[in-house]
C-alpha cells in the first residue's frame, strides 16, 4: 500500500504572503515540517503540491535540496491539484497536511493513519471536533475517496478545500456516501493556535520554538508544555 503525504503549500497567502518560507528559528517553516513528517513510520513519499506559479519557484528549489517531490496544479481548485498528486505519485492512500503548520507531530499523524488502517475507513481525521491545537491537522483517506468527490463535487467551496465534500463539515454543502472517522483528544486543546495565519501566530511560534529543549525531537505535549510556560509569564 503506498501512502502519500501531500503537503498543500503556496506562496500568496492573502494575510502572509511567502509565510512558507519565513523562518523559525534558523529554517524556513515548511522545512521544519517536512523534517517532522519525515519521521513518519507509515508514510511512503512526501509530495509538495503547489500553484503553477513562478512565485513557487524558491518554495520548489528548497523541496528538491531535501530531497522531496513537488507537484504543480491550479491555485484555486486545490482538489483537482490533489488528483493530480495522488495519480502521478500512486497514491493508495493520501495524506493531507497543510505547509503552515510546523509543529505537526509525526507520532499523531501515524496515530491517525494507523486509525485509519485499522478500520474500514474512506476518510479519517484528528479535526472533526477540533480537540486538538490548531496545526496538527491531519486527513488520511482512500485514493479513490479522493478522485470521486473530485467527480462529484462542483460546488467552489468543495474545490478550494479538497476534503470537505468528504467529511461534510461546511454546514449547507452537500457531502458524498463516505465512512468518515475521527480521531479525538480529551482534554480538548482545540483553542490553542498553533499554525500561522497572521505575522502574529508567526511569532507566537518562534518564541515557543526557541524555548523547546530539544528542537529535533519534539512532541506536541512539549510543545504544549512550553505555551502553558510562557502563558504564566
Not at 2 to 11: C, E, H, L, T
Not at 118 to 137: C, E, H, K, Q
Amino acid at each position: 500500500m503506498n501512502i502519500v503525504a501531500v503537503i498543500q503549500a503556496r506562496m500568496t497567502s492573502s494575510r502572509l504572503p511567502g509565510k512558507v518560507m519565513m523562518s523559525i528559528g534558523d529554517k524556513p517553516l515548511i522545512n521544519i515540517m517536512i523534517e517532522r513528517v519525515k519521521k513518519s513510520k507509515h508514510i511512503n513519499q512526501i509530495v509538495v503540491a503547489m500553484p503553477e506559479d513562478d512565485k513557487c519557484d524558491e518554495l520548489e528549489s528548497l523541496c528538491h535540496d531535501m530531497g522531496v517531490a513537488v507537484f504543480k496544479g491550479s491555485e484555486n481548485d486545490v482538489l483537482s491539484r490533489f488528483v493530480g498528486a495522488a495519480k502521478n505519485y500512486n497514491a493508495d492512500v493520501v495524506v493531507r497536511l497543510c505547509s503552515d503548520c510546523p509543529f505537526n507531530d509525526p507520532h499523531l499523524l501515524d496515530q491517525v493513519i494507523e486509525m485509519f488502517l485499522d478500520g474500514n475507513y474512506d476518510y479519517v481525521n484528528n479535526v472533526g471536533a477540533r480537540s486538538f491545537p490548531d496545526g496538527l491537522d491531519v486527513e488520511v483517506f482512500t485514493a479513490e475517496a479522493l478522485y470521486t468527490a473530485d467527480r462529484q463535487a462542483t460546488d467552489l467551496k468543495h474545490r478550494e478545500h479538497v476534503t470537505t465534500y468528504i467529511d461534510g463539515r461546511v454546514e449547507g454543502l452537500n457531502k458524498g456516501n463516505f465512512v468518515c472517522g475521527s480521531l479525538d483528544n480529551m482534554p480538548s486543546y482545540g483553542h490553542l493556535m498553533w499554525s500561522v495565519n497572521t505575522l502574529d501566530h508567526l511569532n507566537h511560534l518562534r518564541d515557543i520554538y526557541n524555548n523547546l529543549p530539544d528542537k529535533e525531537n519534539f512532541s506536541w505535549r512539549d510543545v504544549l508544555e512550553v505555551e502553558e510556560k510562557l502563558n504564566e509569564r
